[in-house]
């Protein structure tokens, strides 16, 4: 790569690289690919180092916060169970962070408020953005406005704010 960005030829630069021509690779490629036959390496079980393994009982706080991130990515119709799950979490999480003498403890249950706090900034983002994405289809041009102007308040720079924008263009077209 370093030879075809001074300025090498891109040909020259892939034979020396590849001691082949690229359609000498290719066409060997091609070949390995058809024979079906991959190499790999086999590596014995008994070669491995005995893994480690530690089982331990996860906190309620824990448990709600895991099914909750459960339920909000793997089941969207859930959303509202998902929603309860990590309230109650975020409370139970609350609670830990006041009451612990541990820094780590507090850390930790910082860090998940976080998390829960973020999920629900993007909730909230999804459910304004199908709404007005709905209002925009059925033609509602007062409620895409103000749903539009709600979610402007909660969107994100990025991505988000790009699929706003290209909503509002469908609902002034």
């Known amino acids: 790569m370093r030879s075809v960005v001074e300025g090498a030829d891109p040909?020259?630069?892939f034979r020396e690289a590849f001691g082949r021509t690229q359609a000498e690779v290719e066409a060997a490629l091609e070949v390995?690919?058809?024979s079906s036959s991959f190499?790999?390496?086999r590596v014995p079980l008994a070669s491995l180092p005995e893994?480690?393994?530690e089982v331990a009982a996860m906190a309620p706080a824990e448990v709600e916060y895991r099914l909750g991130d459960l339920l909000a990515h793997a089941v969207p119709e859930a959303r509202d169970r998902a929603a309860a799950r990590l309230e109650e979490a975020a409370e139970?999480?609350?609670w830990?962070?006041?009451t612990t003498r541990d820094p780590a403890t507090a850390g930790r249950a910082a860090t998940q408020l976080d998390?829960?706090?973020q999920a629900a900034r993007h909730n909230q983002f999804v459910e304004l953005f199908l709404r007005l994405d709905?209002?925009?289809t059925a033609g509602d041009a007062a409620a895409a406005r103000a749903t539009l102007a709600e979610l402007r308040a909660v969107v994100k720079p990025g991505r988000q704010s790009e699929a706003v924008e290209a909503l509002a263009a469908r609902l002034s077209s």
Request: net charge neutral; hydrophobic share 55%.
């Open 92 to 94: 139970l999480l609350a």
């Open 115 to 117: 998390l829960i706090a």
């Open 134 to 136: 709905d209002q925009i």
């Open 51 to 53: 893994p480690r393994v």
């Open 39 to 41: 190499n790999y390496l």
């Open 96 to 98: 830990i962070q006041a």
């Open 11 to 13: 040909e020259r630069a």
């Open 32 to 34: 390995y690919v058809q």
